[in-house]
């Protein structure tokens, strides 16, 4: 479960980064946003914005429900 909540925080910090308008171009930011690209791989123009910082919010928030959704089914199933 820790993964799982690991996962989704990179997720939603990389958000919360674009939302704030955060200096690309900062190596923290930067890492960030390349973990959070990567993870939301299959979600990317899931749904098409025009905004960019809105489709990022739908898009990358979805991926981090089911992410949070299969991650917390998966450490039931290893309580088990």
């Given amino acids: 479960m820790a993964i799982t909540v690991t996962l989704v925080l990179v997720i939603c910090l990389g958000i919360l980064f ?6 690309q171009t900062n190596m923290i930011v ?3 946003m390349d973990i959070g690209r990567w993870l939301t791989t299959p979600f990317q123009n899931l749904f098409w914005m025009r905004n ?4 990022i919010l ?6 981090a429900v089911v992410y949070l959704f299969v991650g917390s089914a998966l450490a039931k199933l290893a309580r088990r």
Avoid at 58 to 63: L, M, S
């Fill in 58 to 63: 739908v898009n990358w928030g979805i991926a």
């Fill in 18 to 23: 674009v939302l704030a308008n955060a200096n």
């Fill in 52 to 55: 960019r910082d809105q489709a």
């Fill in 30 to 32: 930067d890492f960030v």
